[in-house]
């Protein structure tokens, strides 16, 4: 049965029997991160069966994500599987709150890969499981933040700029100001990759000095490169490099949001149209993509991919452009998008030997990959009108 | 590191550095009585939530930074949530009173049910308690579940399948018509 909180000695009780299982579970979890795969078939010891070993758990699994996402992912799993042993212990807030805590993380992680509809399905059910419980509504909120985020990923701007606005009541309401930060800079981040970089820019240069007070490294290093973007594309360059350098710097324990800011140097560089520049950033991106392969983000490697498909072409590399398309395109073939795959392959493979039209074609096809894994429904591939 | 402090007389709960028994003793008067002063919550129930927020509070307490404001937000918001709820409850008619719930007249059938169902998910692997678990609490599909597991859909078929007859081997947990 759970234990009655409405008294003082019932709530410390609850408290101080978390407060020891997660002592306990320390070592535990230390010796599960070292494993290659955690126990998945064998009996659950009683001692893993606790809201403070879940709790545990959830913390360090998010705590790789930067140097390992798929055994995050694996982990996050098994301490969700493990939610369903807290039914009858402590509080059932106890329980809910760790099952919103587990999806959000897990969501997060998906984002991380580049999954974004398993990370909104992720993210939504922990909204839903967390609806009712009233104790938990900074939980909820922070999971509607991260749902903002995805939606913005998604291109679904309207939506994401609602929840975000809805976030927004709520933090002010519990007075959370380092959350009201992350806020500002969602906002930023949904003007710029809506292509509204005047008002990135006028929204991020009001925040990122505010930023630099919080302790979310995270948080101030995609402030700075949500600004360099903006400044990139309303031509200061010099000052976009800046923040670009601000981020890079903020990113130095961080090596896939490392990875993350040197692509969008290599970006910049593409854009200066400058065949030197070209060789350069090919260098840098052939880096990038192997590793974001290894950390197993596959969307984003493909992505890269095509970067790099795009520059040899307008290096006339042409063959190697070709086998490169070909590699990319069946990594990205995951479900939902075969269709896709054939489609694009058989299109680029046509046009990159010898079209004119080539480097076109290839980035209406990464458009296209964007909007693809945005929704679950992909709409049929149409090559571009004029070819 | 969490200890609770043995003191002469009493113990002390500290957890991650914050020592919960001063915060307690600090705030909450004050959260009680927002919720009895100004949204006119009876005393027992404004203890209630302000405990609930506690609780909560305690799970994430080193990511808050002004913890008096998160916790009178956080009881203030739990005062609103609880009025709208009790604005929606009607008195029953005095000759309803004798009534039984009618979502409680199933409820000798369902229970075995749900205490199974819960029996199920201690009594399985990690494994098949992530398959179940997102399988029939958080209402994947197979194609979900497939998805979120980098598997296919065959495969989370034949899993859910084979963790269903963990259970009820495991459990003692009977099919329908058995």
């Given amino acids: 049965m759970s234990t009655d909180i409405s008294t003082r000695e019932g709530l410390f009780k609850v408290m101080a029997q978390i407060a020891a299982e997660r002592e306990a579970a320390k070592p535990i979890v230390a010796e599960l991160l070292q494993r290659d795969e955690p126990p998945w078939d064998d009996d659950i010891p009683q001692e893993w069966k606790t809201a403070g ?151 991020l240069s009001a925040v990122v000095t505010e930023a630099s007070q919080i302790e979310d490294v995270h948080t101030r290093m995609t402030a700075h490169e949500n600004l360099a973007i903006a400044l990139h594309h309303t031509g200061r360059q010099a000052d976009a490099i800046a923040e670009l350098d601000r981020a890079r710097g903020l990113a130095a324990s961080m090596p896939s949001e490392l990875d993350r800011v040197d692509w969008v140097r290599a970006g910049f560089m593409i854009d200066t149209g400058d065949r030197e520049q070209f060789v350069d950033a090919l260098d840098e991106l052939r880096r990038i993509r192997a590793a974001f392969l290894e950390r197993q983000m596959i969307d984003d490697a493909g992505l890269v991919g095509l970067d790099m498909v795009d520059l040899l072409v307008a290096l006339e590399r042409r063959e190697e452009a070709r086998d490169l398309t070909e590699d990319v395109i069946a990594e990205l073939a995951h479900p939902g998008l075969e269709t896709f795959a054939s489609r694009a392959l058989a299109y680029l493979r046509e046009l990159i030997p010898a079209s004119p039209k080539a480097r076109a074609a290839i980035r209406h096809v990464k458009s296209y990959v964007l909007r693809a894994r945005s929704t679950l429904s992909v709409e049929a591939f149409s090559p571009l009108d004029d070819n | ?173 009977k099919r329908e018509g058995d």
């Avoid at chain 1, 329980?95 to 993210?123: D, P």
């Fill in chain 1, 53 to 203: 070993f879940v709790d545990e758990l959830t913390k360090a699994a998010a705590g790789i994500l930067e140097k390992d996402p798929a055994k995050t992912l694996s982990l996050l799993h098994f301490a969700f599987g493990l939610c369903s042993n807290l039914h009858d212990r402590n509080s059932s807030i106890v329980a809910m709150h760790l099952n919103a805590v587990c999806l959000k993380h897990t969501a997060y992680t998906h984002q991380f890969q580049g999954s974004l509809n398993e990370a909104a399905r992720a993210i939504k059910v922990a909204i839903r499981n967390v609806d009712d419980v009233r104790a938990l509504d900074h939980e909820q909120t922070n999971a509607n933040f991260v749902l903002a985020g995805v939606l913005m990923r998604q291109r679904r701007f309207d939506e994401a700029v609602a929840v975000l606005r809805r976030c927004e009541e709520r933090y002010t309401e519990f007075g959370d100001r380092s959350r009201l930060v992350r806020c500002q800079i969602l906002w930023g981040a949904i003007a710029n990759t809506s292509g509204d970089y005047q008002s990135a820019i006028e929204r």
């Fill in chain 2, 1 to 173: 590191m969490s200890v609770l402090e043995a003191g002469n007389t009493t113990s002390r709960l500290v957890d991650r550095g914050i020592d919960f028994d001063a915060v307690y003793d600090e705030h909450i008067s004050l959260m009680i009585g927002v919720a009895v002063d100004r949204f006119h919550i009876a005393e027992a129930d404004a203890q209630a939530l302000a405990h609930e927020i506690f609780l909560a509070y305690f799970l994430k307490a080193e990511e808050i930074r002004d913890v008096r404001a998160w916790l009178l937000g956080g009881i203030c918001n739990a005062s609103r949530d609880f009025i709208k709820k009790r604005k929606r409850d009607v008195s029953l008619a005095p000759e309803m009173l004798n009534r039984s719930d009618p979502r409680q007249t199933r409820a000798a059938e369902t229970l075995p049910d749900q205490i199974a169902a819960r029996e199920a998910f201690a009594c399985v692997t990690p494994r098949c308690q992530l398959a179940l678990r997102l399988r029939y609490l958080e209402g994947y599909s197979i194609a979900e579940i497939a998805t979120e597991l980098k598997t296919t859909p065959k495969y989370a078929q034949n899993l859910v399948s084979r963790c269903l007859q963990m259970a009820r081997d495991r459990c003692g947990i």
